[in-house]
C-alpha cells in the first residue's frame, strides 16, 4: 500500500515558468513532509520541509504548499531554471520516538526544464 | 565536514555471496537509516537506527542485516545475495527533530548475478 504517492511521472516546463510538483498521502498520522532532488548518480538532496502545523512554507524560489483536509501537498518552483532538472522526491515522517529515523517516500516525479 | 560516506560505490555479487555495505557520518547525528531505491519504487527503508545499539525494522528489511555499535558507522550487511536485491543502496543520517530532513550518501549500486 502506497502512503505517499506522486501520480505524475515526468514534468516538462519551460525555463522561467513556474514548475508545480504534487503529492498525495493517506496516513493521517504524518505530520510532516520533506522534498528531495535527486541528480543522476547521487544521493538525494534536501529541499525544503514544512510541518503540518502550517499550510506553507518558502525558501527562494521554492514554497511548498500543504493541505492537510485533502491530504495533498504541493511544491512550486519560480522561476524555473534548466538546472532544476532533476527527479523530485516527496516524503513524509509521522513524529514520535523511533519514528523519527523513519521517512516514506513517493515514486517520484522526472522534472526537465527546457532552455 | 565529510557528511555521509558510503562504500563501495559499484559491487557486483554472484547469488548467494554475502557482503557489507558501509556508511559512516561525521555529523554526530543520532539517526541513521538504510533505503534501496528500485525503478518507479520510489526509496523504501530498509533498516534504521536511533542511536549506538538500537536498531528497528523499516519495509523491506528481509535479507538485511544491520547493527550499531558507534555512533558514526551503521553497515549492512547482505545474508545471502539474491538477484531481487540489485538495486541502489542509501545510507543516511538526522538528528530527528525538530528538523527531521535526513542526509544521504552518495550511494551505493548493487548487481547480483
Known amino acids: 500500500d502506497q502512503q505517499v504517492k506522486q501520480n505524475s511521472p515526468s514534468l516538462s516546463v519551460q525555463e522561467g515558468r513556474i514548475s508545480i510538483l504534487n503529492c498525495d498521502y493517506t496516513?493521517?498520522?504524518?505530520?510532516?513532509f520533506l522534498w528531495y532532488k535527486k541528480y543522476p548518480a547521487e544521493g538525494p538532496t534536501f529541499l525544503i520541509s514544512?510541518?503540518?502545523?502550517?499550510d506553507k512554507n518558502e525558501d527562494g524560489r521554492f514554497t511548498v504548499f500543504l493541505n492537510k483536509s485533502a491530504k495533498h501537498l504541493s511544491l512550486h518552483i519560480v522561476p524555473s531554471q534548466p538546472g532544476d532538472s532533476a527527479v523530485y522526491f516527496c516524503?513524509?515522517?509521522?513524529?514520535?520516538?523511533?519514528?523519527?529515523?523513519?521517512?516514506?517516500f513517493g515514486q517520484g516525479t522526472i522534472l526537465t526544464v527546457h532552455p | 565536514n565529510a557528511g555521509v560516506t558510503q562504500t563501495p560505490k559499484f559491487q557486483v555479487l554472484k547469488t548467494g555471496q554475502s557482503m557489507t555495505l558501509q556508511c559512516a557520518q561525521d555529523?554526530?547525528?543520532?539517526?541513521m537509516s538504510w533505503y534501496r531505491q528500485d525503478p518507479g519504487m520510489g526509496l523504501r527503508l530498509i533498516h534504521y537506527?536511533?542511536?549506538?545499539?538500537?536498531?528497528d525494522q523499516g519495509e523491506v528489511p528481509n535479507g538485511y542485516n544491520v547493527s550499531r555499535s558507534t555512533t558514526e558507522d551503521f553497515p549492512l550487511r547482505l545474508l545471502s545475495a539474491a538477484p531481487s536485491q540489485t538495486s541502489v543502496y542509501f545510507c543516511?543520517?538526522?538528528?530527528?527533530?525538530?528538523?527531521?530532513?535526513?542526509?544521504f550518501g552518495p550511494g551505493t549500486r548493487l548487481t547480483v548475478t
Open positions: 543516511a543520517s538526522s538528528i530527528g527533530t525538530p528538523n527531521r530532513e535526513q542526509y
Open positions: 496516513n493521517s498520522m504524518f505530520d510532516y
Open positions: 514544512i510541518s503540518s502545523i502550517k
Open positions: 516524503a513524509a515522517s509521522a513524529g514520535g520516538g523511533t519514528s523519527y529515523g523513519k521517512l516514506t
Open positions: 555529523m554526530n547525528h543520532e539517526y
Open positions: 537506527s536511533v542511536g549506538a545499539g538500537i536498531t
